[in-house]
């Protein structure tokens, strides 16, 4: 059984919450549990009040049928919940859940402080549940990852090539600038090979250029 104590901390009715609570132990499932549970307060005649209780898994709205002989739940789950506000009135609130489609379901009379605390509990349980959600598309999506194969690059093959003998190139020899005389001499040696002197005059002018030095 549920215990009734701890939902009469802002002024509910306690008849009201000892009869709705009852009921309620039955229709829970496994691992729910009531979070909150908010009682009308119609400012004449409070007989039989509306009741709304905030569960892990859902929303309950509790009327009482038959002069109170009976007990009537809807419910409606966090998944089809677009979101819950509440409006203050000078007698209490209004307490308004958007369901993700139909018309909204207003629960008028609930007393400001219990509306607030509703309002409250109904906000963490929606971003427990848009958090789970957000969690199982993660998780989706990193299983779709896993399971694209991505095929293996061949590894490169490493070849040896034989290590070819060193050709040793000397380095280039730096020939010295021939000096004056050896130039005329060549130069002479030159105009004589092609016949352009005698060797009278090779000989003449070979031996002045010698005398030169």
């Known amino acids: 059984m549920i215990a009734i104590d701890r939902?009469?901390?802002?002024?509910?009715?306690?008849?009201?919450?000892?009869?709705?609570?009852?009921?309620?132990?039955?229709?829970?499932?496994?691992?729910e549990e009531i979070l909150y549970l908010a009682v009308q307060k119609k400012p004449a005649v409070n007989l039989l009040p509306d009741s709304i209780a905030i569960s892990n898994k859902r929303i309950f709205y509790c009327e009482p049928g038959n002069l109170g002989l009976t007990m009537n739940f809807k419910d409606i789950s966090w998944k089809n919940v677009k979101e819950v506000s509440f409006k203050e009135e000078f007698f209490g609130s209004k307490f308004i859940c958007v369901p993700q489609h139909g018309e909204n379901i207003v629960t008028e009379f609930i007393p400001k402080v219990q509306a607030r605390k509703l309002h409250q509990a109904a906000n963490e349980q929606l971003e427990q549940y848009k958090e789970m959600l957000r969690q199982q598309l993660l998780e989706e999506n990193r299983a779709s990852a896993s399971t694209v194969t991505i095929p293996s690059t061949p590894q490169a093959q490493t070849i040896e090539l034989p290590i070819e003998e060193a050709v040793v190139i000397p380095p280039p020899q730096i020939e010295e600038p021939e000096d004056e005389t050896t130039l005329k001499l060549r130069k002479l040696k030159t105009l004589y090979d092609k016949q352009l002197i005698t060797q009278e005059e090779y000989e003449s002018k070979k031996s002045a250029i010698l005398d030169s030095l």
């Open 7 to 31: 939902f009469l901390s802002d002024e509910q009715d306690p008849k009201a919450v000892e009869k709705v609570i009852g009921k309620l132990n039955d229709l829970l499932t496994s691992g």
